[in-house]
């Protein structure tokens, strides 16, 4: 059983009942041009995680682990899509409306998709959500409990909201999960230190965090 160095102490964890999880590595949120430069946020900032993401999933896809991604939008007619969060920001360009990839946060669009570094292969699950986290109005619940899932392994944007969001709610379904550090990243360096801190606060609250480097050392020690 593969033990990987974290805070607040050490995460082990059996990887054929563990999962990789990358939230939103969309392209609305990533690319120049994209819905979240439009809010005047920097994208560097998050594109920092796509290397470590993607040198992470290799080695999930290489000893064969379940790995599922997440996309943030809605049906494209707009049903699912709650007047609050429409409305939220009293933006002149929000949710649904023409953006430069399209309708802005709207499944099938363009700005919608995963960024091409990180697309998804034809048998790991993409979940798509109306929300910030990833088991509301979603099937994720039951694409774990089928697989024998304990253990969640999480990446992705932003930090402080789908990340935080999601591993909240995994953590009173019983998961246990692992943020890695630098896989996952916020518009605001406070909001991502805070984030961090708060997941493994309290003896583990949330979680643990570590870094990408420290789980690929885990597995590498982990007798083939």
Known sequence: MPVV???????S???EKTALLIIDMQRDFLEPGGFGEMLGNDVSQLRTTIEPIREVLERFRQQQLLVIHTREGHRPDLTDLPASKRSRGNLSCGIGDVGPMGRILVRGEAGHAIIDELQPLPNEPVIDKPGKGSFYATDLQTILQNHGITSLIV????TEVCVHTTVREANDRGYECLVLTDCVASYFPEFQRVALEMIAA???????????????????KEPS
């Open 155 to 158: 990446t992705g944007v932003t």
């Open 202 to 220: 309290q003896g583990g609250i949330f979680g643990w965090t570590t870094s990408s480097e420290a789980l690929i050392t885990a597995f590498e």
């Open 13 to 15: 964890f059996e990887p």
């Open 5 to 11: 160095s974290a805070l607040p102490y050490a995460f």
